[in-house]
């Protein structure tokens, strides 16, 4: 009986040994910046690989699988590898490994999973799951030419927020260039602009017909700057008939106005006439 009882004891002492020394992994995926991450853009992502304390544990290998939404630049790979001496001899119980990876382009909003895989010496290949949450917060725009005045060189773009994102801060600017000369700011702040809204920029400039360049800088809704190039057309044609419809305007205005001074003059000599007859 005292031997069945000291081998169940040494049965159970060998198990909590084994099991105090096994290699118990855990892995966390600790930040994203920016969050959400922005589909074409870079996002830093912080790994944590904690349990590392136990000697069992051996060197690690830690790798980001670069598999859709996330891709890794020309000559850049996901691995990491740690050796047990690294970590074990300033006592550290977990390692921190950062990344910074670009974002498909094609990347849908929402919750995207990526994969990771952490192996050691001794336990099998360990994949988990994580997911980054991505949002496509950058804007578009459509920019034309609405109006511009010959006489007084005063151009008016208008500027329409095409995408679903909202933007503030936007600033409408005409680099130089052969086609336009602006007198005066070549920056115009328009302020904040809503999806599917629209607003006007005023510019003192002197155009001839072509192409023209715009830059269109505005903080998107994770308070990033974004810079986008436009190319628009000018035709003075569109705008020299209006010119044409002004001073048909003007030369009618006159006619009127000189009638009526006419008939006002014509008016006075008669009336003088009738009041000479009188006192006669």
């Given amino acids: 009986m005292k031997r069945l009882v000291a081998l169940l004891f040494l049965l159970v002492f060998s198990i909590a040994l084994v099991s105090a020394g096994a290699c118990d992994l855990t892995t966390s995926l600790l930040n994203q910046d920016p969050y959400p991450a922005v589909p074409g853009d870079y996002v830093k992502l912080v790994f944590q690989v904690s349990g ?4 069992e544990c051996g060197d690690i290998k830690f790798s980001l699988i670069g598999n859709y939404p996330i891709e890794f630049d020309p ?22 490994i950062p990344y910074e990876v670009r974002i498909n382009g094609d990347a849908l909003d929402g919750a995207n999973p990526i994969e990771i895989s952490v192996q050691n010496k001794k336990e099998a290949l360990i994949l ?33 927020n095409i995408e679903k994102a909202d933007v503030e801060a936007l600033t409408v600017s005409i680099p130089k ?12 702040v328009v302020g904040d602009l809503d999806s599917n809204e629209y607003t006007t920029a005023d510019f003192e400039a002197i155009l001839e017909d072509g ?30 008939e209006r010119i044409a419809d002004q001073n048909t305007t003007s ?30």
Avoid at 76 to 92: E, L, M, Q, S
Avoid at 177 to 187: A, D, E, L
Avoid at 253 to 280: D, S
């Fill in 251 to 280: 030369k009618w205005t006159y006619i009127f106005w000189g009638v009526v001074i006419l008939v006002a003059i014509w008016w006075v000599v008669k009336k003088l006439k009738k009041n000479k007859k009188k006192r006669h």
């Fill in 75 to 96: 000559g850049k790979n996901g691995v990491r590898t740690f050796r047990a001496i690294d970590y074990i001899k300033d006592y550290k119980s977990n390692i921190q």
């Fill in 211 to 240: 192409e023209i360049t715009i830059e269109l800088i505005y903080s998107d809704t994770i308070n990033i700057r974004r810079t986008i190039t436009k190319t628009i057309s000018f035709d003075s044609a569109y705008f020299t």
């Fill in 52 to 55: 590392l304390e136990n000697s």
């Fill in 128 to 160: 988990k799951t994580f997911n980054i949450e991505v949002d496509d917060v950058r804007a578009d725009f459509e920019v034309f030419v609405k109006d511009y005045d010959f006489k007084t060189h005063e151009l008016t773009l208008e500027v329409l």
């Fill in 177 to 188: 260039q052969t086609n336009i000369i602006v007198k005066g700011p070549n920056r115009v």
